[in-house]
């Protein structure tokens, strides 16, 4: 059974980093894709950021250069840093995996998620 859990969120004010961490059980990461997305309240789901199979990741434009996503296969575990916050980054975060190909925008192609974890920036 895949069971993905999520830490790292909390609050901080605008500039401020956190890492959030997806550690996943009865699932290995590097045959598959990983990501993270996010729902702010009383949006849709945004997809936020991917690693592929090959240590590729890919980006949302709103996040490039501010976040970055990697990978620690020994720990089965996928990060994402999150520097230079904004208060338009508050939202929950899921971590979301499949051993078939998804994309940032196709987030309904991916079969595993986690419960999320709440992320808020204060100006």
């Known amino acids: 059974q895949v069971q993905l859990v999520e830490s790292g969120g909390g609050s901080v004010q605008v500039g401020g980093s956190l890492r959030l961490s997806c550690a996943a059980s009865?699932?290995?990461?590097?045959?598959?894709?990983m990501a993270w997305f996010r729902r702010a309240a009383g949006k849709e789901r945004e997809g936020v950021a991917r690693?592929?199979?090959?240590?590729?990741?890919t980006y949302a434009d709103s996040v490039t250069g501010r976040f970055t996503i990697s990978e620690d296969n020994a720990k089965n575990t996928v990060y994402l840093q999150m520097n230079s916050l904004k208060p338009e980054d508050t939202a929950m975060y899921y971590c979301?995996?499949?051993?078939?190909?998804?994309?940032?925008?196709?987030?309904?192609?991916?079969?595993?998620w986690g419960q999320g974890t709440q992320v808020t920036v204060s100006p």
């Open positions: 979301a995996a499949d051993p078939l190909y998804f994309s940032l925008t196709t987030p309904s192609l991916a079969t595993y």
């Open positions: 009865g699932y290995t990461f590097n045959n598959g894709f």
């Open positions: 690693i592929d199979r090959d240590g590729i990741a």
